[in-house]
């Protein structure tokens, strides 16, 4: 068995940001592990692309690893601030930023990667217990549960047998998702957002001549990011209202509706922690298409790709809901409702892509660590079901007396705008922070009650 002061459950961007600030603020002697399912630490989803096409959707002056020095990632690529990089880029830089930090770290400071996943956690009398495969057991003073999303779930309606066939695949990103395919076949992309846009450019880059049709409720396609200009609006009460009204006076204005938005970013988690749950499920049930579409921008070079795909006619957005499938021998059929309407529409494809995202609900997460985590009381749900309840710091709320933590979508619920470099930097920085200062000297203290 093995042990440990800390480990980082999820070697994705969230944790290895933990890892760096970790590395940056741990006192000797202290030993660091940080474990990973996957070959590579720094990547997950987001940053494992090695298509060039697939930009990052936030400029590079804003996806600095390190909250402390806002231009460290514009500098590493040698770039401005407003310009959008390679998403693969950003891994090397994640991965070189770690690498750094670790041959920088004091003198004591251990640092380990461990290749498994974690399965299941308890308390036992060191603190926390990890059950990994292939690795057993490692026994540590503190965790941090950095899983990032959950896998995306299947449209709850009668499939035909279409989920258990090679004609579906659950996300664009697994292996395999887009191989296969006859060049002038159509395909259906469940959903419209970012993950169809990834979708949509990885076709073109292949030179699929076919037609790829979009289904999402509203038909809501990711706005494009402009030049940044500042806003003369003031918010003045900070609130959703308050918002609109600043949106509609800039835009009365001829400004530009994005100076607004990106202002106001560093107080949605204020205002979402405001609203009664009514209204956070009011919100997400009439808002949240639109708020995500202006929200999570494309980078421009990204939207006049996506533009001119649709001016050609190859890409088309429909709003509808879907009402079921089938298997036909040669070809996936899709039912849906066009949104206002009540005639059903079939459409048949090669392979139907559910770019859906990931699941809200941590009822869903499809994961036996979470399970054990939420059965044994060491974790509970955060506000509407998504992710887990913690407390500002990102320390679980349940029976884990500080000794568990969490980061990124996993606070969805209590944030909400928590999925982003900006907000993971910071929240991994204060995470850090309490861990080495206060949750490993605190855990010890409990050890010394517990057995006296
Ligand atoms: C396609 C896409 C593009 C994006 N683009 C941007 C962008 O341009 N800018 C931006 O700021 N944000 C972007 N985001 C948001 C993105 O969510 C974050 O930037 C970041 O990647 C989230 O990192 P994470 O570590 O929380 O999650 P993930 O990247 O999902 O990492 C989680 C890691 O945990 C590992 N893991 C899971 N379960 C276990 C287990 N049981 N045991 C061991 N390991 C486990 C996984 O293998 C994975 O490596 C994008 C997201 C996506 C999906």
Redesign the pocket.
């Given at each position: 068995m093995a042990e440990a002061d800390v480990a980082i459950?999820?070697?994705?961007?969230?944790?290895t940001l933990v890892a760096i600030q970790l590395l940056r603020q741990a006192r000797a002697p202290s030993s660091i592990v940080l474990?990973?399912?996957?070959e590579r630490v720094a990547?997950?989803?987001?940053?494992s692309t090695a298509d060039p096409d697939h930009l990052?959707?936030?400029p590079a002056g804003k996806?600095s690893a390190l909250p402390d020095v806002p231009d460290h990632f514009a500098r590493w690529a040698c770039t401005s601030d407003a310009a959008f990089v390679a998403?693969g880029r950003y891994g090397e830089y994640l991965e070189q930023t770690l690498r750094e930090s670790i041959a920088r770290a004091p003198r004591g400071v251990s640092f380990q990667i461990f290749r498994?996943?974690?399965?299941s956690a308890c308390l036992v009398e060191r603190g926390v217990r990890l059950t990994l495969v292939p690795h057993g057991h490692l026994d540590v003073r503190a965790a941090v549960i950095?899983?990032?999303?959950f896998p995306t779930v299947d449209p709850a309606v009668e499939d035909g047998g279409l989920y258990a066939s090679d004609r579906y695949a659950r996300s664009p990103f697994l292996p395999g998702a887009l191989d296969g395919i006859d060049p002038d076949a159509d395909v259906v992309f469940l959903g419209s957002g970012?993950?169809m846009v990834?979708a949509a450019l990885a076709f073109r880059e292949r030179g699929h001549r076919g037609r790829l049709q979009a289904i999402s409720r509203h038909g809501l396609v990711p706005q494009v990011h402009g030049p940044a200009r500042p806003s003369r609006t003031r918010i003045g009460a900070i609130g959703v209202r308050g918002l609109l009204r600043a949106l509609r006076t800039e835009v009365a204005r001829g400004g530009d509706w994005r100076a607004i938005f990106d202002g106001f970013r560093s107080s949605t988690q204020r205002i979402w922690q405001r609203l009664p749950p009514a209204e956070r499920e009011r919100f997400l049930r009439h808002l949240r298409a639109y708020w995500d579409v202006h929200r999570h921008r494309m980078a421009p070079r990204v939207g006049e790709a996506i533009a001119a795909m649709r001016a050609s006619g190859q890409l088309s957005i429909r709003a509808g809901r879907i009402a079921s499938f089938a298997l036909e021998p040669d070809s996936a059929v899709v039912r849906f409702w066009p949104r206002g309407s009540r005639d059903l529409i079939e459409m048949s494809a090669a392979r139907v892509i559910n770019c859906t995202g990931p699941a809200a609900s941590i009822e869903e997460a499809c994961?036996s660590?979470v399970s054990s985590l939420l059965s044994a009381g060491l974790a509970r749900p955060g506000s509407l079901g998504m992710g887990f309840a913690t407390d500002r710091d990102g320390a679980l709320l349940g029976s884990s007396g500080g000794r568990l933590f969490t980061?990124?979508?996993l606070r969805r619920g209590d944030l909400w705008e928590s999925?982003?470099?900006?907000e993971?930097r910071e929240q991994a920085r204060a995470l850090a922070s309490r861990i080495v200062g206060s949750s490993l000297r605190e855990i010890d203290q409990l050890r010394v009650h517990a057995s006296s």
């Open positions: 459950v999820g070697g994705g961007a969230g944790g474990v990973e399912r996957g990547r997950g989803i987001a940053y990052l959707n936030v996806m998403r498994s996943t974690a399965t950095a899983l990032g999303n970012l993950t990834d994961s660590l980061l990124g979508s999925t982003a470099i900006p993971l």
